[in-house]
T-cell receptor, first 113, second 117 residues
Framework: ETGVTQSPTHLIKTRGQQVTLRCSSQ?????VSWYQQALGQGPQFIFQ???????GRGNFPPRFSGLQFPNYSSELNVNALELDDSALYLC????????????FGPGTRLTVL | AQSVTQPDIHITVSEGASLELRCNYS??????LFWYVQSPGQGLQLLLK??????LVQGIKGFEAEFKRSQSSFNLRKPSVHWSDAAEYFC???????????????FGKGTHLIIQP
C-alpha cells in the first residue's frame, strides 16, 4: 500500500511568483485536504477536495486554489506569493465523510524570498 | 468555531519518566479529538482518536489519552518515555460536517517534547 506522497520536497520562490504543489493520495482514498504549517505553529486547514470539487475551505484568500484529478491526486496552486506564504504545506488523503482518518504526506517546504 | 489550546510550548522529560501533555478544546457539540506526532522532516502520524465511548483511549507507541468533558480536556499520557519519543505533538479537533462541507482539522500550536538521557 503506497502512502501519501508530495512533490517537490523543497521549493524556493520569490515574492509575486506562482507555485504549484502536488500530492498523490493513498491507494483507495478519494478525498484530499491541504494544510499550511507555518514555523512553530500547528497546521491550518486550507481546503478539501472530493470528486474533483472543493468540499470545504478554511480562512485562506482566493489566490490559494486547488485541483483534484480523476485518479484523486491533487494540486495546490498559490498565486502572487507573499513572504508569509513561507511554510510547510501538508497534504492528507482519506475516505470521504466525517470521522475518516486523514493520512498525511511528508509535506513540501516552500520558502518565499 | 472550534479551537484547541496546548498550554505547554516545550516540555522536558527524563527518559523512563512519565509524560502528560495537556490539551484543551472549545467546541459546541461532541468533539472528535485527535493526537498527532510530527518528527523532524516527517508528516503527521496519528497516535489516537476519540469520538465516543470509553473516555480512556489507547493509541500506538504506548500512548493513551483521557477525554474529560467537564474540563474540556483531552490530555495525552505515556507511563515511560523513550528517547525516540522526542518530537512535536499536536492535539486536534474535527467538527461534524456543516452544510458548507468539511471544516478540516483544527490543530493546537503543538508541544515540543525533549527527552533528557
Amino acid at each position: 500500500e503506497t502512502g501519501v506522497t508530495q512533490s517537490p520536497t523543497h521549493l524556493i520562490k520569490t515574492r509575486g511568483q506562482q507555485v504549484t504543489l502536488r500530492c498523490s493520495s493513498q491507494s483507495g482514498h478519494n478525498t484530499v485536504s491541504w494544510y499550511q504549517q507555518a514555523l512553530g505553529q500547528g497546521p491550518q486547514f486550507i481546503f478539501q477536495y472530493y470528486r474533483e470539487e472543493e468540499n470545504g475551505r478554511g480562512n485562506f484568500p482566493p489566490r490559494f486554489s486547488g485541483l483534484q484529478f480523476p485518479n484523486y491526486s491533487s494540486e495546490l496552486n498559490v498565486n502572487a506569493l507573499e513572504l508569509d506564504d513561507s511554510a510547510l504545506y501538508l497534504c492528507a488523503s482519506s475516505l470521504s465523510g466525517w470521522m475518516n482518518e486523514q493520512f498525511f504526506g511528508p509535506g513540501t517546504r516552500l520558502t518565499v524570498l | 468555531a472550534q479551537s484547541v489550546t496546548q498550554p505547554d510550548i516545550h516540555i522536558t522529560v527524563s527518559e523512563g519518566a512519565s509524560l502528560e501533555l495537556r490539551c484543551n478544546y472549545s467546541y459546541g457539540a461532541t468533539p472528535y479529538l485527535f493526537w498527532y506526532v510530527q518528527s523532524p522532516g516527517q508528516g503527521l502520524q496519528l497516535l489516537l482518536k476519540y469520538f465516543s465511548g470509553d473516555t480512556l483511549v489507547q493509541g500506538i507507541k504506548g500512548f493513551e489519552a483521557e477525554f474529560k468533558r467537564s474540563q474540556s480536556s483531552f490530555n495525552l499520557r505515556k507511563p515511560s518515555v523513550h528517547w525516540s519519543d522526542a518530537a512535536e505533538y499536536f492535539c486536534a479537533v474535527e467538527s461534524m460536517y456543516s452544510g458548507g462541507g468539511a471544516d478540516g482539522l483544527t490543530f493546537g500550536k503543538g508541544t515540543h517534547l525533549i527527552i533528557q538521557p
